[in-house]
């Protein structure tokens, strides 16, 4: 294993023990962590700074991980739902950091991407889910589930991951290599 793989390793660990500890900070209050979103921050992170097989295997586990260990959030529908959505932050923001030029613009781009399409991931899913338990899931649900309840958190998201990631890059600690 080459140095960079072992790196890469040991901060997608790091970025799930975070996802798995960061909703903590809301009392596991199930409202307040639906407004934040706080466990969407190190998914989106590792994508791109680990690169995309690492946000997607971090973004898949963490709720699942979370669920099967504290039982939060519910397996079904939310956890297993919010799998696929946040694999989808992780994997597509590496995907588009890795393709798109290193610039704040792109860098927010790619960040306001990656969270549209995995919330859409998360509506499919969602509905897949709530069809087989035979509840309904309207477009009603998915626009106040998605965006009318988390905007803080979006918003939050689009602050906070930039300045982290732009803050990184000017340490030089970003990109890694190889």
């Keep these: 294993m ?3 793989d072992t790196l890469r390793l040991a901060l997608a660990a790091t970025f799930l023990a975070l996802g798995f500890l960061l909703p903590f900070l809301t009392g596991n209050n ?3 962590g639906s407004l934040l979103s706080l466990m969407h921050i190190p998914v989106l992170l590792c994508g791109f700074i680990c690169g995309w097989p ?3 295997a971090v973004g898949f586990m963490t709720p699942l991980l979370r669920s099967l260990m504290i039982g939060m959030p519910m397996m079904l529908p939310a956890a297993l739902a919010m799998a696929f959505e946040l694999a989808a ?3 597509l923001s590496g995907i588009l950091h890795a393709k798109l030029p290193k610039t704040s613009f792109f860098l927010f781009i790619s960040l306001l991407v990656s969270m549209l399409l995995g919330r859409a991931v998360w509506g499919i899913a969602s509905l897949l889910i709530y069809r087989v338990m035979g509840a309904p899931f309207t ?3 998915f626009w106040a ?3 009318a309840t988390p905007w803080p958190g979006i ?3 689009l602050v906070l991951i930039p300045a982290v990631l732009l803050s990184l890059r000017k340490a030089r600690l970003l990109p890694l290599k190889g």
Aim: proline letters at 0%; hydrophobic letters at 50%.
């Design 2 to 4: 080459k140095k960079n």
């Design 30 to 32: 199930r409202q307040l």
């Design 54 to 56: 690492y946000g997607l």
């Design 89 to 91: 932050y992780g994997a």
């Design 139 to 141: 477009l009603e649900i």
């Design 145 to 147: 589930a998605a965006f």
């Design 155 to 157: 918003l939050l998201h």
